[in-house]
Structures are given as C-alpha cells and as structure tokens.
C-alpha cells in the first residue's frame, strides 16, 4: 500500500481487529523508509497470552514483507485520551524505529498526541553489547 493518511488507514484498520474477549479495538499503521504503509489490528486468543497487539501486527506485517527501516507509526484505539502502546510494543518499535520517529496517538474522538519512540521508551535495550 502507497502512504497515504496514516491516521485514517490506523482507524480504518482498527474495524478488522479481531476482539471477542476485550471488545477493544486497536488499529495501527507503519510506514516505511521508501514510502509504504502497512496496517494492522489486534488479534486475541481464548488463551489470552496469545493476543497480538494492533501495533505489533502492523510492524511484523511489514518486517515479514522484507522491510527493515520503519519511519512513522499511527496507533487508534476507543480510549478517550490518545490511546498508549503497552511495553512489549514500545520495545518492539525500539528494535525497528530510530529514536527520533514520530508516533502518533489516536483517542476515540480524533484527538491526536505525538510523540518519539525514544519518549515512549526511554534507555530502551536495543542490542546485546
Ligand atoms: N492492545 C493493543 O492492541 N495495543 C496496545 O498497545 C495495548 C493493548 C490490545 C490487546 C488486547 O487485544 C486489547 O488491546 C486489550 O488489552
């Protein structure tokens, strides 16, 4: 997919989530270094540990694809302030983002909060020296 609105295409993409344990849709959507976007959902499980996050499945959809530098990042959830990644997403935007990209947080009502992902998760583990 050719970059377009991130902050639509992570709404948008929140209608595919597949929630029947927490009825909390998260749609998200990544952008990479030579312009494509790829868009994700959470995914849950009856054995509830199993439950892919809305961010995590847009970043692995695009790793799998072949992409390694991910840009920019907008994530959309039913909350109302602009909804926050949990940890484990957070360290996996550390491992494919710079410090410095932008992610953008989307609340229920549109309102949006950016922030960096150095911010979300400051002196992240980013390698093993
Ligand atoms: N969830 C996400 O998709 N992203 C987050 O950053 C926080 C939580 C999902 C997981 C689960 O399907 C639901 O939200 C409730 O935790």
Known sequence: MVATNLIELAIEASQNAYVPYSHFPIGAAVKTADGQ?????????????????????????????????LIELAVYGQTEQP??????????????????AKITLIAKNGQTVEMTVGELLPYSFTDLT
């Open 37 to 69: 976007v790829y868009t994700g959902c959470n995914i849950e499980n009856a054995s509830f540990g199993l439950t892919n996050c809305g961010e995590r499945t847009a970043i692995f959809k695009a790793i799998s694809d072949g992409h390694r530098d």
């Open 83 to 100: 909804v926050s990644p949990c940890g484990a997403c957070r360290q996996v935007m550390a491992e494919f983002f710079q410090q410095d």
